[in-house]
């Protein structure tokens, strides 16, 4: 499965904008792997901690997802 990660860096944004933009990238996400017309459903899961979206093809595989997003943000 293909891991994406972006990262704005620096740039000045509102909370309203970050939420937009979170908001549309998650849609995107969503969208496109409807489109693939997978035969079984995914897991999706929102983090709090973190802006983002997780998809797996079944529940259990979201919290190791969620201890290697952490090793690679440094903690959440």
């Known amino acids: 499965m293909a891991r994406f990660a972006i990262d704005?860096?620096?740039?000045?944004?509102s909370k309203e904008d970050q939420d937009q933009l979170q908001s549309e990238l998650q849609s995107v996400t969503l969208a496109h792997i409807a489109r693939?017309?997978?035969e079984k459903?995914?897991?999706v899961k929102f983090p709090h901690e973190w802006r983002g979206i997780l998809?797996?093809?079944?529940?259990?595989?979201?919290p190791d997802i969620e201890v290697?997003?952490?090793k690679r943000l440094g903690g959440f």
Do not use: N
Request: glycine letters at 14%; zero cysteines; hydrophobic letters at 40%.
């Open 36 to 38: 693939l017309g997978y």
């Open 55 to 62: 998809l797996h093809p079944d529940l259990q595989g979201i």
């Open 8 to 13: 704005t860096g620096d740039i000045p944004m």
């Open 68 to 70: 290697e997003w952490d």
């Open 41 to 43: 459903s995914f897991a």
